[in-house]
């Protein structure tokens, strides 16, 4: 059997097109030839054996022709795993190192791709030749954040990265519930954001004895702002709004709810004033840690002493915490004392007025020094077990007038109170959040269920 190559079979095809063409033309050309009676004869075109429109001539003849490559558009989701790069990802799909540096380096313009996490994932665009392995990349995008996402384009191998604002919707978030076994655990249970439940908690924590005042079956009730993605996730929570809780339990009288809400004056900070527009900030914490993270096991007053094994009396409360647990400053004020002091261990002595200073000790670590200006809330070491103690706790002392004092039994006045003007502006803000409550009664079953009431903010 004799065999062809594709160039040849290419060869025999032209040249049998070429004779067909050729006798096509010379059986529809008009002849003149000579008969007895010298009549002028037209031959006649026999349609069946000869077509007549090329198209159907091209049709008739069968050769092998070579198809072009196949340029497909291709659209993937690349989700990243632990050790891939901006640059392994691209391979994947086939674009090449050169065109890879190029992408990398105008996405690097507007986004750090250190800022990466794994599970992340990118949406990518690009051209694949059928008979290529090569990819041409034509554009990517990935969420940078929950509010920035970011886009790169490619055209003709140049590239241009730009980073777009995602439209967030705010919203406010309802939760009620009932403690079961703490403030804490029971709101992130219903599922208040857990730096929404730190705020409410602090802005109770002038008035609330964390450790002995809740008791199982204390109502609560949280307002706070949250934002939503286009596909309606919550991405972002901030702003407790109000908060209110009754301690009690079921003994819990009308008068004894406490209410506290978020405002902010004309020429202030915002902050949490009580229903008759009072500051909650006060003086002193009578906490100085989060209240999640410890709890009391010696109260201030006579007591046997674990180690020495008599009557002592105790001249502050102990808080028991895991080592490292951060320790704050219960109040404004200037350092007077902060070194290793005997069976004190780690020490630290805050002078906050001329009536008032506290102290903190067998702390791990001080992070303040003598001389030096703090502010409520700041941190000024962590919990330890330095001098003579049985275990990592907090020791924490309230001195009045240089006296050592109940820290749980103090009262205090308000930092700060009201204008007129400003008192006028709460008063407003307080009746708007009472309304939105009150027209949006949240029901038993959704309670039970950490149900929430949204309203659009």
């Not at 054996?49 to 198209?55: C, N, V």
């Not at 490559?69 to 799909?93: F, H, P, R």
């Not at 109000?242 to 202030?268: E, L």
Request: hydrophobic content about 35%; charged content about 25%; some cysteine.
């Amino acid at each position: 059997m004799i065999s062809f190559s594709r160039t040849q079979l290419s060869g025999i095809c032209f040249l049998l097109l070429a004779t067909s063409i050729a006798i096509h033309e010379h059986q529809t050309k008009p002849h003149l030839l000579t008969s007895s009676s010298n009549e002028l004869i037209a031959p006649q075109k026999d349609i069946k054996s000869t077509p007549t429109d090329l198209t159907e001539l091209a049709e008739q003849i069968t050769c092998p022709t070579q198809s072009a490559d196949e340029v497909e558009l291709k659209e993937a989701v690349l989700q990243i795993s632990s050790g891939d790069t901006m640059m392994s990802m691209l391979n994947k799909i086939g674009v090449n190192r050169e065109e890879a540096i190029r992408a990398i380096e105008a996405i690097k313009r507007v986004y750090d791709l250190r800022e990466m996490k794994v599970g992340q994932e990118i949406n990518v665009r690009y051209n694949k030749n059928s008979s290529k392995t090569a990819a041409t990349l034509l554009g990517l995008s990935f969420k940078a954040s929950h509010e920035n996402e970011i886009a790169l384009e490619g055209d003709d191998g140049t590239f241009t990265a730009k980073k777009y604002q995602i439209a967030l919707k705010k919203v406010q978030k309802r939760i009620e519930g009932t403690i079961d076994s703490s403030f804490y655990a029971a709101a992130l249970k219903r599922g208040v954001p857990a730096q929404v439940v730190r705020e409410a908690i602090n802005a109770l924590a002038y008035d609330i004895n964390w450790q002995h005042d809740p008791v199982r079956g204390d109502p609560f009730t949280i307002v706070y702002d949250a934002y939503q993605d286009t596909n309606g996730n919550i991405v972002r929570a901030d702003n407790l709004k109000y908060v209110s809780f009754a301690p009690g339990g079921k003994n819990t009288r009308k008068d004894n709810v406490r209410r506290i809400y978020r405002f902010q004056p004309v020429k202030g900070s915002p902050g949490y004033y009580d229903a008759n527009g009072v500051n909650v900030v006060r003086t002193l914490l009578q906490t100085p840690m989060d209240p999640s993270k410890m709890r009391v096991t010696s109260k201030f007053g006579r007591r046997i002493h674990p180690i020495l094994g008599y009557s002592k009396h105790h001249k502050g409360v102990d808080f028991s915490a895991s080592t490292g647990t951060p320790v704050r400053a219960a109040g404004d004020g200037v350092v007077v004392k902060a070194s290793y002091w005997g069976n004190y261990g780690n020490y630290v002595m805050i002078k906050h007025n001329s009536e008032f200073s506290t102290a903190y000790a067998h702390l791990s670590k001080m992070k303040v020094k003598p001389g030096e200006r703090v502010r409520q809330n700041q941190i000024i070491g962590n919990v330890g077990a330095t001098g003579r103690t049985t275990g990592p706790h907090l020791h924490y002392e309230v001195l009045r007038h240089n006296v050592h004092v109940n820290p749980q039994s103090i009262k205090q006045m308000p930092t700060t109170k009201l204008n007129a003007k400003d008192l006028a502006d709460f008063k407003r803000v307080k009746q708007q959040i009472e309304k939105d409550i009150a027209d949006n009664p949240v029901i038993p079953s959704q309670v039970a269920s950490a149900g929430t009431i949204t309203r659009t903010g």
